[in-house]
């Protein structure tokens, strides 16, 4: 048997083997190092023409609809969640930087330099 028909008998068995999913992912992967942004824009645009030309703006009013109702009820638990949690961690959430760091020690330290903190052109 030569080497290429070898090969090729390897290939076929993790075809064989290979699960639908891990087609798709290796796809995926060669599509992804075959092509460049452009391609992914162009396919994405053309497939969102597509969808606007099937389905139309009864459509779009319908799942914009959908989304809004589905915000809405996001807000309303994260509005819930915020009325049932101790009002002193949001005091200490707010009183501290990106980094975690307390802003006031911060700000009581420019203080003590005689600094006032940043100022806007209006001050």
């Known amino acids: 048997m030569t080497k290429r028909n070898e090969r090729n008998d390897n ?10 999913e891990e087609a798709g992912r290796r796809g995926g992967e060669v599509t992804s190092d075959t092509h460049d942004r452009e391609f992914y824009e162009d396919i994405g645009r053309r497939g969102g023409e597509t969808t606007s030309d099937r389905h139309g703006r009864e ?16 807000r309303d638990r994260d509005s819930n ?38 100022r806007t052109k209006n001050d």
């Open 11 to 20: 290939r076929r068995r993790d075809e064989e083997t290979m699960s639908v």
């Open 59 to 74: 459509f779009y009013e319908d799942i914009g609809e959908q989304g809004g109702r589905a915000r809405a009820e996001q």
């Open 81 to 118: 969640d915020r009325d049932e949690r101790d009002p002193s961690d949001d005091d200490d959430r707010r009183n501290r930087d990106v980094d975690g760091r307390d802003r006031r020690a911060s700000r009581e330290g420019d203080n003590r330099n005689g600094n006032q903190g940043r």
